[in-house]
């Protein structure tokens, strides 16, 4: 057996303690696998009147919050489904004559949700240390539990007192030490140097030598300009008696043209002033129509009365198959959930098989794609809209949240975006419980299915449908079906909705906003 931890407990609550283990292991053994019995730890009286927790698998102990998230998320996976088989273990120990209500009681327990600090992986498996809570708290025999002490160290209580004296003395002794021989302070390493007075060297002065007087030079004789030569004497000019007199001809004086006659300048006629133009007509004002509780979906929050404005209701599925990545297939859902009722078989993947299994359980899943979408149609939803919120979890009621107005449409996004996935569908009781929180009879209601599979609890989600139309003529349901499984097309059916089949992120918003659509509104309204 592989050691876990350790608790203290008194000697009357070990007896009750081991006696409980009995029992509850033999109830085990004949309604569930061995792995799930093997999931809680075993305990294990010691000498020193200590409780020891061992399980049956190999490997090194590791708490569920030291674990990394790909391991922590693989380890939650193995452990919803062993906690979900243990809680229909319970349900058919109940339905036995002459049962112990105190086992009963444990048996419940043990497939709740268990707090992280019981989580422990062990070899890639889940063990948990249930038994901390075994002791039924109306029982008289209940004892609290010690916290947990780790086996790999020592308590400090069990020191005597004399050894941290003699510690504490050695210590101050080491620290006295290392001051004197290596602190520059102490009366060890200091020296008393001779102070000597500064010796000041003499500065010597430099005087400047005198500047000789220039020499005179001799100056440099300047050549004479060259005498310019004397210019020649002009010709003598003839005078006009000398020249020939010659008698010009006149020349022909041209007679002028007649100028030509001006051409008259034609006047302008005088402009028409134009004709008035009449003012177009005013456009008559259209009248809206009245409304009623069917025409209501059609109009603006400003242009209907608030009586009649459109309520939707979301029915969210969070079992355990919304786990799965979004792009997974049906027959990808079959091979992981075939995988993990064999826990040990997961240990031994490799290859294709182990790239699969983590393609299948990574980020984005059904779970969080879907919560995204629907978070995003809230926050789009007109002023005056009422809404409320059903979630499907666990077996063997839905959980109603309630109706929520519109000025508390924050509190109903946060309700949604803080769902985790657990065992159970419940699709019948989860409509029923919508069914409560919608009119249906004076103004038109949606409620808005989201589910990746069908009932799982033994109820009757299209008989649940039937009997809403008939007592609610103006409800309508509208079904978004993750993965194409189609379970729920009688319930859109039944009361003349929809079903819109998606696989992908995209195809999962558009058929969320498509569902939605009566409670959206015109796109032109103020939000």
Same mark, same amino acid.
């Given at each position: 057996?592989?050691?876990?931890?350790?608790?203290?407990?008194?000697?009357?609550?070990?007896?009750?303690?081991?006696?409980?283990?009995? #029992?509850?292991?033999?109830?085990?053994?004949?309604?569930?696998?061995?792995?799930?019995?093997?999931?809680?730890?075993?305990?294990?009286? #010691?000498?020193?009147?200590?409780?020891?927790?061992?399980?049956?698998?190999?490997?090194?102990?590791?708490?569920?919050?030291?674990?990394?998230?790909?391991?922590?998320?693989?380890?939650?996976?193995?452990?919803?489904?062993?906690?979900?088989?243990?809680?229909?273990?319970?349900?058919?120990?109940?339905?036995?004559?002459?049962?112990?209500?105190?086992?009963?009681?444990?048996?419940?327990?043990?497939?709740?949700?268990?707090?992280?600090?019981?989580?422990?992986?062990?070899?890639?498996?889940?063990?948990?240390?249930?038994?901390?809570?075994?002791?039924?708290?109306?029982?008289?025999?209940?004892?609290?539990?010690?916290?947990?002490?780790?086996?790999?160290?020592?308590?400090? #209580?069990?020191?005597?007192?004399?050894?941290?004296?003699?510690?504490?003395?050695?210590?101050?002794?080491?620290?006295?030490?290392?001051?004197?021989?290596?602190?520059?302070?102490?009366?060890?390493?200091?020296?008393?140097?001779?102070?000597?007075?500064?010796?000041?060297?003499?500065?010597?002065?430099?005087?400047?030598?005198?500047?000789?007087?220039?020499?005179?030079?001799?100056?440099?004789?300047?050549?004479?300009?060259?005498?310019?030569?004397?210019?020649?004497?002009?010709?003598?000019?003839?005078?006009?008696?000398?020249?020939?007199?010659?008698?010009?001809?006149?020349?022909?004086?041209?007679?002028?043209?007649?100028?030509?006659?001006?051409?008259?300048?034609?006047?302008?006629?005088?402009?028409?002033?134009?004709?008035?133009?009449?003012?177009?007509?005013?456009?008559?004002?259209?009248?809206?129509?009245?409304?009623?509780?069917?025409?209501?979906?059609?109009?603006?929050?400003?242009?209907?009365?608030?009586?009649?404005?459109?309520?939707?209701?979301?029915?969210?599925?969070?079992?355990?198959?919304?786990?799965?990545?979004?792009?997974?297939?049906?027959?990808?859902?079959?091979?992981?959930?075939?995988?993990?009722?064999?826990?040990?078989?997961?240990?031994?993947? #490799?290859?294709?098989?182990?790239?699969?299994?983590?393609?299948?359980?990574?980020?984005?899943?059904?779970?969080?794609?879907?919560?995204?979408?629907?978070?995003?149609?809230?926050?789009?939803?007109?002023?005056?809209?009422?809404?409320?919120?059903?979630?499907?979890?666990?077996?063997?009621?839905?959980?109603?949240?309630?109706?929520?107005?519109?000025?508390?449409?924050?509190?109903?996004?946060?309700?949604?975006?803080?769902?985790?996935?657990?065992?159970?569908?419940?699709?019948?009781?989860?409509?029923?419980?919508?069914?409560?929180?919608?009119?249906?009879?004076?103004?038109?209601?949606?409620?808005?299915?989201?589910?990746?599979?069908?009932?799982?609890?033994?109820?009757?989600?299209?008989?649940?449908?039937?009997?809403?139309?008939?007592?609610?003529?103006?409800?309508?349901?509208?079904?978004?079906?993750?993965?194409?499984?189609?379970?729920?097309?009688?319930?859109?059916?039944?009361?003349?909705?929809?079903?819109?089949?998606?696989?992908?992120?995209?195809?999962?918003?558009?058929?969320?906003?498509?569902?939605?659509?009566?409670?959206?509104?015109?796109?032109?309204?103020?939000?």
């Amino acid at each position: 057996m592989n050691r876990i931890v350790q608790r203290h407990f008194s000697y009357r609550s070990v007896q009750d303690l081991e006696a409980l283990h009995d #029992s509850f292991l033999r109830v085990l053994g004949v309604s569930v696998p061995p792995s799930v019995a093997a999931l809680y730890a075993t305990p294990r009286v #010691s000498t020193d009147g200590t409780v020891q927790w061992d399980t049956s698998f190999a490997g090194q102990p590791t708490p569920y919050a030291d674990l990394p998230e790909s391991a922590a998320t693989h380890l939650r996976i193995v452990l919803f489904e062993r906690l979900r088989a243990l809680g229909q273990c319970a349900e058919a120990y109940a339905a036995q004559p002459n049962q112990d209500p105190h086992l009963l009681r444990t048996l419940r327990d043990a497939s709740a949700d268990p707090p992280v600090e019981a989580i422990y992986s062990v070899g890639g498996q889940p063990v948990l240390l249930f038994w901390d809570r075994a002791i039924v708290a109306d029982s008289p025999r209940k004892v609290l539990a010690a916290p947990i002490i780790p086996l790999v160290t020592a308590s400090a #209580s069990t020191l005597p007192l004399w050894k941290w004296l003699l510690g504490g003395l050695l210590l101050l002794l080491l620290l006295f030490f290392l001051w004197w021989f290596w602190c520059p302070r102490s009366p060890f390493n200091r020296v008393e140097l001779p102070i000597q007075p500064p010796v000041i060297e003499p500065v010597a002065v430099v005087t400047p030598e005198p500047t000789p007087e220039p020499t005179p030079t001799k100056p440099i004789p300047v050549p004479e300009p060259p005498k310019p030569e004397p210019e020649p004497e002009p010709e003598p000019v003839p005078k006009p008696a000398d020249l020939p007199i010659i008698d010009p001809e006149p020349e022909p004086v041209p007679e002028p043209e007649p100028a030509p006659a001006p051409e008259p300048i034609p006047v302008p006629e005088p402009l028409k002033p134009p004709k008035p133009v009449p003012p177009p007509p005013k456009p008559k004002p259209v009248a809206k129509p009245p409304a009623t509780i069917t025409t209501a979906k059609n109009l603006c929050p400003e242009d209907r009365p608030a009586a009649l404005a459109p309520e939707m209701v979301v029915v969210f599925d969070s079992s355990g198959s919304m786990m799965v990545n979004i792009n997974a297939t049906r027959e990808d859902e079959q091979w992981l959930f075939a995988k993990l009722n064999r826990p040990q078989a997961i240990l031994f993947l #490799s290859g294709q098989d182990r790239q699969r299994f983590e393609y299948l359980t990574r980020q984005p899943t059904r779970m969080t794609t879907a919560q995204q979408a629907t978070i995003d149609v809230m926050k789009r939803l007109p002023s005056d809209i009422g809404s409320g919120l059903v979630v499907v979890d666990a077996c063997p009621t839905a959980n109603n949240i309630g109706r929520f107005g519109p000025s508390e449409r924050g509190a109903m996004i946060n309700q949604l975006r803080g769902l985790r996935p657990h065992q159970g569908t419940p699709l019948a009781d989860g409509i029923l419980e919508a069914g409560k929180l919608v009119d249906g009879v004076n103004k038109e209601s949606t409620i808005l299915l989201v589910s990746d599979g069908g009932e799982s609890c033994g109820g009757d989600p299209c008989l649940v449908a039937r009997n809403l139309a008939r007592q609610k003529p103006h409800l309508k349901i509208n079904v978004v079906d993750i993965g194409g499984t189609g379970a729920a097309a009688c319930v859109a059916q039944a009361t003349g909705g929809k079903v819109y089949s998606v696989s992908s992120i995209a195809e999962l918003n558009a058929g969320i906003n498509s569902a939605a659509k009566d409670a959206l509104g015109p796109s032109t309204c103020k939000k």
